[in-house]
T-cell receptor, first 117, second 114 residues
Framework: DAGVTQSPTHLIKTRGQQVTLRCSPK?????VSWYQQALGQGPQFIFQ???????QRGNFPDRFSGHQFPNYSSELNVNALLLGDSALYLC????????????????FGPGTRLTVL | QKEVEQDPGPLSVPEGAIVSLNCTYS??????FMWYRQYSRKGPELLMY????GNKEDGRFTAQVDKSSKYISLFIRDSQPSDSATYLC??????????????FGKGTMLLVSP
């Protein structure tokens, strides 16, 4: 059973550029959440997708946008990159038919490390 | 005051020691509490998930929740060098509470020496 996968592993961009990160959820999961983890900090919630719609959003600017596809995979797009966007971007999946606490449990991927120069 | 406070450490212990990791929180809407382990440059891995006040044990790990004090703990018995990692506490409210997304602490770095 494949867990959450993310691509690419590492990415280097320059200020002002745009980036797209990708996530495939754990088998059986239908909900994808994205987090930003700066060095030495805990993950910060960006947004969550369910049924191809943004269900919840954290305190991030509109430069951060996303998409969920019919197969539940997801993309995170960041426009007009700033130096402060350098971080580990984590995708977590949850949901499915299990119900209860199991459905709410979020499983994380390995992350994409983004460096903005 | 941040919603979730966690001492960043590092916490250094010898192999075999009992480790105590803690978080405090201020939002009484938080009802579900998790501990994640994160190795360097990897994604967080879920260790424990608790709902009510009290203790939950899983192998060498025990999670403790005291909602009246807004204080949660993770105990690791017989610590091993392979336990060296950053431990993140996370919590959320009920799904319809407005606090249904995970809020994390900063993480505590644990170093277990052989």
């Amino acid at each position: 059973d494949a867990g959450v996968t993310q691509s690419p592993t590492h990415l280097i961009k320059t200020r002002g550029q745009q980036v797209t990160l990708r996530c495939s959820p754990k088998s059986g999961h239908d909900t994808v959440s994205w987090y930003q983890q700066a060095l030495g900090q805990g993950p910060q919630f960006i947004f969550q997708y369910y049924e191809e719609e943004e269900r919840q959003r954290g305190n991030f600017p509109d430069r951060f946008s996303g998409h969920q596809f019919p197969n539940y995979s997801s993309e995170l797009n960041v426009n007009a990159l700033l130096l402060g966007d350098s971080a580990l971007y984590l995708c977590a999946s949850s949901g499915g038919l299990a119900g209860g606490l199991m459905a709410d449990t979020q499983y994380f991927g390995p992350g994409t490390r983004l460096t903005v120069l | 005051q941040k919603e979730v406070e966690q001492d960043p450490g590092p916490l250094s212990v010898p192999e075999g020691a009992i480790v105590s990791l803690n978080c405090t929180y201020s939002n009484s809407a938080f009802q579900y509490f998790m501990w994640y382990r994160q190795y360097s440059r990897k994604g967080p891995e879920l260790l424990m998930y608790t709902y009510s006040s009290g203790n939950k044990e899983d192998g060498r790990f025990t999670a403790q929740v005291d909602k009246s004090s807004k204080y949660i703990s993770l105990f690791i018995r017989d610590s091993q060098p392979s336990d060296s990692a950053t431990y993140l506490c996370a919590m959320r409210g009920a799904m319809n509470s407005g606090y249904s997304t995970l809020t994390f602490g900063k993480g505590t770095m644990l170093l277990v020496s052989p």
